[in-house]
Antibody, heavy 122, light 110 residues
Framework: EVQLVESGGGLVQPGGSLRLSCTAS????????MHWVRQPPGKGLVWVSR????????TYADSVKGRFTISRDNAKSTLYLQMNSLRAEDTAVYYC???????????????WGLGTMVAVSS | QTVVTQEPSFSVSPGGTVTLTCGLTSGSVSTSNYPSWYQQTPGQAPHTLIY???TRSSGVPDRFSGSILGNKAALTITGAQADDESDYYCVLHMGSGIWVFGGGTKLTVL
């Protein structure tokens, strides 16, 4: 059974840092592109970042560029999101999601984890 | 900055057909935007319905279909059921590895 389990969320003060992890099981992790998507309380989904299957390419939403870093360890089947200079508007449930495949039409988020909550507040 | 647009809300009768759309404030949606559609019920993670415009995700009933209608991506639900009452989101590839979600459509079945 495919599982994506996020961890590392919590309460952090503005300006602080947090590192999220997403551990995959039941799949060959290195075959898939991975995404982070967030959802502020009561609001819609917001794409945050994605990383290519081999880690060689990363992209970010403008709202997090320069503050967040996506990375992966294929040997550990784990995806990361390092979040620095956190702001109140970064408060959200953070989901990791894998692609369906590795060709262009199959890159978007496909299989989702259950999410981890990040709250930025003093 | 181009924004992805969706109807904020829609209503459909049980057994009816509804088409939700996903557009751009500037330009047209095409298959090159690789539109995907997601269903989300409150408190749950999103679930993928459609990817690459019109490919149904595994296990998704054929009541759900995706297409390009005019200058927008579209999700059509035929024979709507009570448990289709959910929030529906689309996502589009905007080029250069950037993806953007629409604001979502809250679908009511009544």
């Amino acid at each position: 059974e495919v599982q994506l389990v996020e961890s590392g969320g919590g309460l952090v003060q503005p300006g602080g840092s947090l590192r999220l992890s997403c551990t995959a099981s039941g799949i060959t992790f290195s075959n898939y592109w991975m995404h982070w998507v967030r959802q502020p309380p009561g609001k819609g989904l917001v794409w945050v970042s994605r990383i290519k299957s081999d880690g060689s390419s990363t992209t970010y939403a403008d709202s997090v560029k320069g503050r967040f870093t996506i990375s992966r360890d294929n040997a550990k089947s784990t995806l990361y999101l390092q979040m620095n200079s956190l702001r109140a508007e970064d408060t959200a449930v953070y989901y990791c999601a894998r692609s369906q495949g590795a060709v262009p039409g199959t890159i978007p988020p496909y299989y989702w984890g259950l999410g981890t909550m990040v709250a930025v507040s003093s | 900055q181009t924004v992805v647009t969706q109807e904020p809300s829609f209503s459909v009768s049980p057994g009816g057909t509804v088409t939700l759309t996903c557009g751009l404030t500037s330009g047209s949606v095409s298959t090159s935007n690789y539109p995907s559609w997601y269903q989300q019920t409150p408190g749950q993670a999103p679930h993928t319905l459609i990817y690459s415009t019109n490919t149904r995700s595994s296990g998704v009933p054929d009541r759900f279909s995706g297409s390009i209608l005019g200058n927008k991506a579209a999700l059509t639900i035929t024979g709507a059921q009570a448990d289709d009452e959910s929030d529906y989101y689309c996502v589009l590839h905007m080029g250069s590895g950037i993806w953007v979600f629409g604001g979502g459509t809250k679908l009511t079945v009544l």
